[in-house]
């Protein structure tokens, strides 16, 4: 709920960053959309904490590196004593990619690449990440962020009694990162089957979460690459901007990159890589859909559905944002709706259903 003056006010922000160029640059940008107002500006973590007290903003921005008192500690505190959707801007760079992970796991909502100059060519495409994160930050459940980051670590589910020949795909946006961890970390290192994943986040980042991932999972976790060869026991995620398929070329299933239009407003986007999921493995997938704002998946899920195979989606309770998996079920696209510790073993029963495998 904002917690701004009156309703339909525009919902109010508290841009932090050490720069004064970023504090106008970002604080211009925000202005110029009229749903949202900055309220304030800091320059180091400790302002931020003052400003949060004072000023109440419904969405913070944040830098992570920053004297005196960084955006680590900031969500530290914040998130203890007055939690709040934060939207963190980080570089391109790998310390920065690296960075925004940890801060998505201290409860940060989303990631907006940061801008390079006023006259740069992805200052636009900036704008437009930072009008969708603050969309989800203002959406976000922050009772499920700061849920998530105290969360115990899931044990692995027994491994499927076979399911060669086979594949999980999952969607997920907002809150996805942490959702992932909780499934990929329960997953046993012998599923038997790949799994393919698309994480809405901006270029230039999904490598650092897939190197997270691969840190607390069983499985191997790697971004992928085009042409390669998808292997049972792997995931692989879906990089920044490119759209990820599958196609099946004679024995092997190999992975298919692409710049095509986003869609949805999304790159990568489910509703790519479902359907060829689906054309690939027929009946032997199971498709899942995770937190996330808008309705990328639903579509997707619904071609796994036809093709036989099953289909999952994370329930209003344990998402950040109950948007994907609530149309996927809107559209009847959906077999079972359930807690997302609760996905992990449901996976695995599905596999564990499927007939013999084939040899291709």
Not at 164 to 185: E, F, M, Y
Not at 297 to 309: D, Q, T
Not at 315 to 329: F, K, L, N, Q, T
Request: hydrophobic residues 50%; glycine residues 8%.
């Amino acid at each position: 709920m904002s917690r701004s003056d009156s309703p339909g006010a525009p919902a109010t922000v508290l841009v932090v960053d050490d720069s004064v160029f970023m504090r106008r640059m970002i604080s211009d940008m925000i202005d110029g959309f009229s749903e949202y107002s900055v309220v304030g500006a800091a320059a180091d973590g400790e302002e931020a904490l003052r400003c949060i007290k004072e000023l109440d903003p419904d969405v913070v921005t944040l830098d992570i590196e920053m004297p005196r008192l960084d955006g680590f500690g900031v969500l530290e505190r914040a998130m203890s004593t007055r939690p709040r959707p934060f939207v963190v801007i980080s570089a391109y760079t790998e310390h920065g990619s690296e960075a925004a992970m940890r801060a998505l796991e201290l409860g940060a909502v989303d990631i907006v690449p940061k801008p390079s100059g006023p006259v740069s060519f992805d200052v636009a495409a900036v704008r437009a990440q930072l009008y969708t994160a603050l969309e989800a930050a203002r959406a976000a459940d922050v009772a499920r962020l700061t849920a998530g980051t105290a969360a115990a670590w899931p044990r692995a589910v027994a491994a499927p009694t076979g399911a060669r020949n086979a594949a999980v795909a999952i969607a997920a946006s907002t809150g996805g990162p942490h959702a992932l961890g909780r499934i990929l970390g329960a997953l046993p290192a012998d599923l038997g089957a790949a799994v393919l994943v698309v994480q809405h986040m901006p270029p230039g980042f999904t490598a650092a979460l897939a190197a997270r991932l691969d840190s607390l999972a069983r499985v191997s976790v790697a971004e992928a690459t085009g042409d390669a060869v998808v292997k049972p026991n792997q995931v692989l995620i879906a990089p920044g901007d490119f759209h990820m398929r599958v196609l099946r070329v004679e024995s092997d299933v190999r992975v298919v990159l692409d710049q095509q239009k986003p869609i949805w407003g999304t790159r990568p986007a489910a509703d790519a890589l479902f359907p060829s999921v689906a054309d690939a493995y027929g009946e032997r997938c199971v498709g899942v859909v995770l937190t996330g704002m808008g309705r990328d998946g639903a579509s997707g899920l619904g071609s796994i559905r036809a093709a036989g195979g099953r289909t999952l989606a994370q329930d209003r309770d344990s998402c950040v944002v109950y948007g994907m998996p609530a149309r996927a079920i809107d559209e009847d696209a959906v077999d079972m709706v359930l807690p997302l510790d609760e996905i992990p073993a449901a996976v695995v029963d599905c596999l564990s259903a499927l007939p013999a495998a084939e040899t291709w």
